[in-house]
């Protein structure tokens, strides 16, 4: 059995989940044979749509909790329900902190609810996007390169120090430059296996992959067809990058990207002009830098 005070934890931890839901009861559901009465709490009918609809307010792991055990649920949302009651009783709203805690809360609640919102943005066409697309084409070009990785042990470990394997990588950087087939080096010096296999041959890489590190698709993308990268470091080890060429995707390929995009510059745009009419005028300076009151 969980200590006592876990136990309250636990209860005010649902209690503070459950507060916004207990009088959130907005609009009457539509009644009927259709929507029977499921339950009286506290004294109060409550229809199956008017319980449906509080727990898919929730969402998440409430929501799952509420389907695993729904009478452990609706006994918190009556203990949750009552204690709301009796703090109302107090007139606990009207006095700090809780006042300045609900106002909060509230403002937060609705400034979230704002901004989920205004991402959705509004509809966008499939001209648009073909349009975007159009215009913004190179943004969404792909490198196909080939790769040379060499693998150094970590400090302490057994196998080739970061140094010498550091030598190696310039070595077959220079050489590469000069003109020696970049395939040759591949098959001759590359210890990744996969790749090794394919003359060096790596998966293609797009602007917005986040799997590789950012380093590696800034110096990839900074090439020219034909071009080599610098030894690029990682953890376990360096790799060269060789730029093949560049290749544009058809539109149904990257299709989501562009929609996102689209609705991501929008909400940027829209955020930036909400920012235009705010305003905050400092009018004691030395209360900025006061030191913080200790805490009664």
Not at 80 to 100: I, N, V
Not at 224 to 241: A, D, W
């Amino acid at each position: 059995m969980l200590p006592f005070k876990m136990k309250m934890m636990k209860t005010l931890m649902l209690v503070a989940l459950m507060a916004s839901l207990a009088s959130g009861q907005a609009q009457t559901p539509p009644q009927g044979d259709g929507d029977p009465i499921v339950v009286n709490i506290n004294g109060r009918d409550y229809r199956k749509s008017e319980i449906e609809t509080l727990v898919r307010s929730l969402g998440g792991q409430i929501t799952a909790n509420f389907y695993a055990n729904r009478q452990a649920f609706l006994d918190q949302y009556a203990l949750t329900l009552r204690l709301e009651q009796l703090a109302d009783e107090r007139k606990m709203a009207d006095s700090e902190p809780f006042k300045s805690r609900i106002a909060y809360s509230r403002m937060m609640t609705l400034a979230t609810a704002m901004l989920s919102e205004s991402q959705r943005g509004e509809a966008i066409s499939p001209e648009e996007e073909k349009k975007y697309y159009a215009a913004h084409k190179a943004e969404y070009s792909q490198a196909q390169t080939r790769m040379i990785f060499l693998g150094f042990a970590a400090s302490g470990k057994e196998g080739k120090p970061e140094a010498e394997v550091k030598k190696s990588a310039d070595d077959l950087v220079n050489r590469a430059r000069a003109g020696e087939p970049f395939i040759d080096l591949v098959k001759k010096y590359s210890e990744d296996g996969d790749s090794k296999s394919r003359d060096g041959e790596f998966p293609t890489i797009r602007p917005g992959d986040e799997s590789l590190p950012p380093a590696v698709k800034a110096a990839v993308f900074g090439l020219k067809p034909g071009e080599v990268t610098e030894p690029l470091r990682q953890p376990n080890g360096f790799y060269i990058f060789r730029l093949e060429k560049f290749v544009e995707p058809e539109y149904m390929q990257i299709r989501s990207d562009v929609y996102n995009a689209m609705q991501r510059e929008r909400f940027e745009a829209w955020m930036a002009e909400i920012r235009k009419t705010i305003k905050v005028e400092i009018k004691d300076m030395k209360y900025m830098t006061e030191s913080v009151p200790a805490r009664r």
